[in-house]
């Protein structure tokens, strides 16, 4: 079976679309853990009402160790990392151990609206700023840089002219549903196959 574990800091409405996407036969892989690095991200309650194992390294107590300590968790017992609105930064250490085995969902077009600092409401703020017709999200491979991994699946949102970043927000998260279990489900089919920069995807 398809190991995951999914990293989360917040709401985990992604790691609930994932979650649904297993029940309902969709993907093929189990999740081992789940591993905030929030105390009271409500994602943790998501995965305790389908009995996933947790585990809370709290940021402010663990700070440059959260890495090491997540490595520590991981090692040799998934297939692929899932970052699902998950904050923290992921140091060297585990990006070289888990190298194409950590991928991120990201509520943009990358390389639009990306980088330090540019994540949640802000992301689709930006976008309504500059006027885009078009937005959508991305779910990448993580490397080393902060949203600079090479890119697995983008889906289109059309900007209305009526648009808050709020109801711009709740379209993209939609379909941050739909890229991050698409992604999920053509990793564990090794479907994927990274050619530098290119990411080629049988099957699409
Ligand atoms: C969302 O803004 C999403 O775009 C980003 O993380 C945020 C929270 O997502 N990936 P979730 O509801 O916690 O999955």
């Not at 790691?15 to 943790?44: M, R, T």
């Not at 700070?63 to 992921?90: C, F, H, M, P, Q």
Request: proline share 1%; aromatic share 6%.
């Amino acid at each position: 079976m398809f190991k995951i574990a999914v990293l989360i800091s917040g709401g985990g409405s992604n790691l609930q679309a994932i979650i649904d996407n297993i029940e309902n036969g969709y993907l093929n892989c189990s999740i081992e853990c789940v591993i905030s690095d929030k105390k009271d991200a409500f994602g943790l309650e998501r995965a305790r009402r389908h009995n996933i194992k947790t585990y809370v390294f709290d940021k402010k107590e663990y700070g440059a160790e959260l890495s090491y300590r997540i490595l520590e968790t991981l090692e040799n017992k998934v297939d692929l990392i899932v970052l699902a609105g998950y904050l923290s930064i992921l140091n060297w250490d585990i990006i070289k151990k888990f190298k194409d085995k950590i991928i991120n969902v990201h509520p943009s077009l990358i390389p639009s609206f990306c980088g330090k600092g540019m994540y949640g409401i802000k992301v689709h703020e930006k976008a309504l700023e500059y006027g885009v017709k078009i937005t959508g999200c991305t779910v990448h491979f993580v490397d080393e840089g902060t949203d600079t991994g090479s890119i697995i699946i983008q889906k289109a949102v059309e900007v209305k002219d009526n648009d808050t970043a709020e109801s711009l927000q709740k379209r993209v998260l939609e379909q941050e549903h739909r890229a991050l279990s698409e992604a999920i489900k053509l990793i564990s089919e090794d479907k994927v196959h990274v050619n530098g920069r290119k990411i080629i995807v049988k099957d699409m």
